[in-house]
């Protein structure tokens, strides 16, 4: 197995310029955070399941807290130390299911 080399940490200025292409999301340097609420505890499990699927397919996995029918989705790359374009990515493809 070879290492997938990761893409580059962003800098504090485009940290900030990239949220504000995502209003839902906010955070900084060590991870971008948004809470998705959901109608009950069932619906909540269904959408952390097709975050899942997103997920998996670009190999990139959030931090998340469920909380009864509340998703809470912390995106940071780990081995880059920070945020970066993965998880720009993964936060536009959430917005994408859940646009709020």
Do not use: K
């Amino acid at each position: 197995m070879t290492d997938v080399p990761r893409p580059p940490r962003l800098s504090p200025d485009e940290l900030t310029a990239a949220l504000t292409a995502l209003p839902l999301w906010s955070g900084d340097g060590g991870g971008i955070r948004r809470s998705v609420q959901l109608p009950g505890f069932p619906e909540a499990i269904a959408a952390l399941v097709r975050i899942a699927f997103v997920a998996e397919a670009m190999d990139h996995h959030p931090d998340v807290d469920l909380r009864w029918r509340t998703l809470h989705l912390t995106l940071v790359t780990h081995s880059a130390g920070g945020v970066t374009e993965l998880d720009l990515e993964l936060a536009r493809r959430v917005d994408g299911l859940f646009p709020g």
